[in-house]
């Protein structure tokens, strides 16, 4: 299978960067999303409890 041929473009180069600035891309993606939802879920929850007119 060619999806998990480490001979692809770009395997070079990913294994070449640290583990660390790797797990830090990760924490900082991970974060981002987790911000991102809470930040909806807020959003709805006010949309949800707002008095109706």
Known sequence: M????????????AEAKPLWQRLAWMAAIWLGSVA???????????????PQS
């Open 2 to 13: 060619a999806i998990i041929d480490p001979r692809l473009d770009g395997a070079d180069r």
């Open 36 to 50: 991102v939802l809470g930040a909806v879920a807020i959003v709805i929850r006010f949309w949800l409890n707002s």
